[in-house]
Each structure stands twice: as structure tokens, then as C-alpha cells.
């Protein structure tokens, strides 16, 4: 069984370019969440998605920041005109359907390391 | 509002003794509780949960933690620490009466266990 596949692993950007982080779920998990992880701290809550809805985007920047996930396809966090502050790990998890008790696990994918020169 | 708590930004223990990582948390209702482990440069790793039951929960290498309610504590605990387990450590809350079914991360302790 495949886990949560990120791509890429490593991306590289000049300031005001685009960055697009691809996650794909567990297969069969409806849900999926984006964060984001600075050297040496904890994990930032961005944004929980169900397929084709947004549900709590709270943690995400107001502007440059968006993320979807289609009816068919991963999840896409997409990062406009980047800037060096937005260098960081960023890490997508995703859980089943919520069914009942002990579906609130989230599985984390390795992660995209973005680097903004 | 809901909150987690790891008091120690970071855990040093010899080999061979047991180890300790604390999470205290603050929901209004019921909790989930989760604790994870990250490695250098990897994703986090799902250790051990505590939904209902029994209040000790055993989880993956060796790892164990003790739910307590009336210390709103899901402490984390090893018998006998290994190198290997040095790491960075994440508690994780939900209220169980939260229909928005987030988890509540802590800030995370490391955990060093000397040679």
C-alpha cells in the first residue's frame, strides 16, 4: 500500500516565481492537510481539504497562498510570486473518511523541502 | 479553545534510562490523542493514539503513554531509551465534540539520548 506520496521532494525557486507542491493521498482518503514546518520548530496548520471543498483554510497567508483538491488528481498548495520568507518544509497529510472513533489519523507524506533564492 | 502543551522545548537521557516526554492539553470536551515522531529530514510517523479504553496505550518501538484526565496528561514514555530515538516529538489533541475533525499540534520536544 502506497503512503502519501509529495512531489517534488526538493524544489528550488527564485523570489516571485511559482512554486506548485503536488500530494497525493493514501488511496481511499478523502481528506487531506497542508502544513508548514520552519527549521528546528513545530508543525503550522494551512489548510484542511476535502475532495473539491475547502474546509478550514485558516492557516494559510491570505494572499499568494491557495490549494485545491480536485475530484480526480492530488492535492496542489500552490505558492505565487514566492519570496525567501516562504522557504520552509512543506509537509501534506491525509485520513480516511470520518466513520467513527480512531479516523482522526493523519498520514503524513515525506515532505517538499522549497528553497527561495 | 482547544491547546496542547509540551513544556520541554527539548529531552536529554542517557542510553538504557527511561525516558519521559510531556503534552498536557485543554479541550472542552472529550479528547483524541496522538503523538508522533519525526526523524531528520523525514515526515512525521504516527506512534500511538488514545481514543477510549484502557488509559495505557502501547505504540510502536516500545513507545507507551499514559492518558490522564484529571492531569489533562498524555505523557510519552520508554522503559529503556535507545540512540534511535532521538528525534523530534509531536503530541496532537482533538476534541472528540469538534465537528471540524483538526488535530491541535504541540510545538514539539527533542529528544536526545546520549551514547
Known amino acids: 500500500n502506497a503512503g502519501v506520496m509529495q512531489n517534488p521532494r526538493h524544489l528550488v525557486r527564485r523570489r516571485g516565481q511559482e512554486a506548485r507542491l503536488r500530494c497525493s493521498p493514501v488511496?481511499?482518503?478523502?481528506?487531506v492537510y497542508w502544513y508548514r514546518q520552519l527549521p528546528e520548530e513545530g508543525l503550522k496548520f494551512m489548510v484542511y481539504l476535502q475532495k473539491e471543498n475547502i474546509i478550514d483554510e485558516s492557516g494559510m497567508p491570505k494572499e499568494r497562498f491557495s490549494a485545491e483538491f480536485p475530484k480526480e488528481g492530488p492535492s496542489i498548495l500552490r505558492i505565487q510570486q514566492v519570496v525567501r520568507g516562504d522557504s520552509a518544509a512543506y509537509f501534506c497529510a491525509s485520513s480516511p473518511p470520518k466513520k467513527g472513533l480512531g479516523t482522526d489519523t493523519q498520514y503524513f507524506g515525506p515532505g517538499t523541502r522549497l528553497t527561495v533564492l | 479553545a482547544q491547546s496542547v502543551a509540551q513544556p520541554e522545548d527539548q529531552v536529554n537521557v542517557a542510553e538504557g534510562n527511561p525516558l519521559t516526554v510531556k503534552c498536557t492539553y485543554s479541550v472542552s470536551g472529550n479528547p483524541y490523542l496522538f503523538w508522533y515522531v519525526q526523524y531528520p529530514n523525514r515526515g512525521l510517523q504516527f506512534l500511538l493514539k488514545?481514543?477510549?479504553?484502557d488509559n495505557l496505550v502501547k505504540g510502536s518501538y516500545g513507545f507507551e503513554a499514559e492518558f490522564n484526565k484529571s492531569q489533562t496528561s498524555f505523557h510519552l514514555k520508554k522503559p529503556s531509551a535507545l540512540v534511535s530515538d532521538s528525534a523530534l516529538y509531536f503530541c496532537?489533541?482533538?476534541?472528540?465534540?469538534?465537528?471540524?475533525?483538526?488535530?491541535?499540534w504541540g510545538a514539539g520536544t527533542k529528544l536526545i539520548i546520549k551514547p
Open positions: 496532537a489533541v482533538r476534541d472528540i465534540q469538534d465537528s471540524n475533525y483538526q488535530l491541535i
Open positions: 488514545y481514543i477510549t479504553g
Open positions: 488511496k481511499g482518503h478523502s481528506h
